[in-house]
């Protein structure tokens, strides 16, 4: 029974401490897609580094099937439980290799299938159950796919489009390619009777919306003020947009308001609506935020849960700067103290809870966290804090973060003038009492 526990404790520790050992670097990926038979195969090509001598690696892989492929560099040894594929193979330290196997899966999540359309949703963790690949975040991987799918589709993946050519047996390939690393689970594809409207940003960024053929009158109010966010953020936040391109694709069923994969928005057809209905729902606050998350989330992502806020707080707080752009002042006071009430029932109900956690709300993560950077900003002031914001994102890109990385970067700015600010939001990140949140609204708003 020892020996069963120290191999068992042997084995979660291995799990957790594989980014020590090995850095998987880049991923071509040759796909099939058949959505009749709910389906995806194919040929990857990975290409990983060695940090630690070691005899195995592995990818996470849910209930797949698999072979070498003969073309492979490595002739490793392939075997598999249920969740993963191990690589085995006398890997020296420092070394890089190279490996090819062919693959098979019929996905019971993540990826979904309609008559018409394919879609995937990977967050977090859920990408290994369509595409072999890593579930920890923290290991960033340049994803290029070549998808090969039913002509009567178009196919939207990560990255830019660089060749669309028509195969045997009335298919059609499209090849993607990304010049950056990024976490697996913001890898994406869309499938489906799309058609598409394309313009430019300022800076000189493709922003390509699509849409359905029935829906072509209602392109404009559904993507309406989607360059004017583009344009606003990339200013307030004084990085540029780190990707090729930035897709947008509306999807049947879709499990959440959007989802921020990189360079390719997914987002729920119940936000496709003309100008009348625009006034009552409309895709603003959900394009802003899903935007922002291209900055926070996608070049700079948390480290582990416990800082999720990190990312879904940074892309509330833009997200509201942006609106109050487009819809004005009284909007953004009104968002604001709406918020605040929120928190405030949550704090009443014996529910409210520090920031950084695992396993926090969603409204202790997107509003919480917002109001924790309004407070920021307001204590430290706009120069400091925007300084600080870019100075997080310029040392973290393609890499994790924690909060204390972020809170280091506006401490580092002005010392000890700062700390109190520091200790003070650490407070707040801790206890987030509401009623000194509603209070600040009167001093955010002076």
């Not at 594989?18 to 099939?32: G, H, M, N, R, T």
Request: include cysteine; charge should be negative; proline fraction near 3%.
């Amino acid at each position: 029974m020892r020996l069963l526990v120290l191999f068992i404790i042997s084995a979660v520790f291995s799990y957790g401490q594989q980014s020590q050992i090995v850095d998987f670097k880049e991923l071509k990926a040759d796909l099939s897609i058949f959505p009749k038979e709910k389906k995806v195969s194919g040929t990857l090509h990975y290409t990983f580094q060695i940090l630690k001598k070691t005899d195995s690696v592995y990818l996470d892989a849910k209930q797949m099937s698999f072979s070498l492929d003969n073309s492979s560099k490595t002739k490793a040894n392939l075997s598999a439980n249920e969740d993963k594929i191990w690589i085995k193979y006398p890997f020296e330290e420092a070394k890089e290799y190279s490996i090819a196997f062919n693959y098979e899966a019929f996905p019971k999540q993540t990826m979904y299938f309609f008559e018409d359309q394919t879609w995937t949703q990977g967050q977090r963790k859920y990408t290994s159950h369509w595409l072999p690949s890593i579930d920890d975040v923290n290991d960033k991987i340049i994803f290029n796919l070549s998808i090969t799918a039913p002509a009567e589709f178009e196919v939207i993946a990560n990255g830019s489009l660089e060749k669309e050519s028509p195969v045997f047996n009335d298919q059609k390939q499209w090849q993607y390619t990304m010049k950056s690393p990024m976490s697996s689970y913001l890898v994406a594809i869309a499938m489906g009777n799309f058609k598409k409207q394309t313009e430019t940003s300022s800076s000189g960024i493709p922003l390509v919306y699509y849409y359905t053929q029935n829906n072509e009158s209602k392109v404009e109010p559904t993507y309406r003020y989607t360059k004017e966010l583009f344009d606003f953020l990339e200013e307030v936040i004084g990085v540029d947009y780190p990707w090729e391109n930035y897709k947008q694709v509306p999807v049947r069923d879709f499990l959440y308001a959007g989802m921020e994969n990189t360079t390719l928005t997914i987002f729920s057809e119940t936000f496709v609506v003309d100008s009348i209905g625009f006034v009552d729902r409309n895709y603003v606050n959900v394009n802003a935020h899903e935007l922002a998350h291209q900055w926070f989330g996608n070049l700079v992502t948390s480290e582990s849960s416990e800082h999720h806020w990190l990312q879904e707080g940074f892309a509330t707080y833009f997200a509201l700067l942006a609106e109050r752009e487009i819809f004005g002042d009284d909007y953004y006071y009104w968002k604001l103290y709406q918020s605040a009430e929120q928190l405030t029932e949550l704090s009443e109900q014996g529910k409210g809870e520090p920031i950084v956690k695992a396993g926090a709300s969603s409204l202790t993560y997107y509003q919480k966290g917002a109001w924790a950077l309004h407070i920021l900003n307001e204590r430290v002031g706009n120069l400091a804090f925007k300084q600080a914001v870019q100075n997080f994102l310029n040392k973290y890109k393609f890499k994790s973060a924690t909060t204390d990385d972020f809170l280091e970067e506006i401490t580092l700015l002005n010392g000890d003038d700062l700390q109190l600010s520091i200790n003070w939001l650490m407070c707040l990140l801790a206890k987030a009492n509401p009623y000194t949140i509603k209070r600040l609204i009167v001093v955010i708003s002076l």
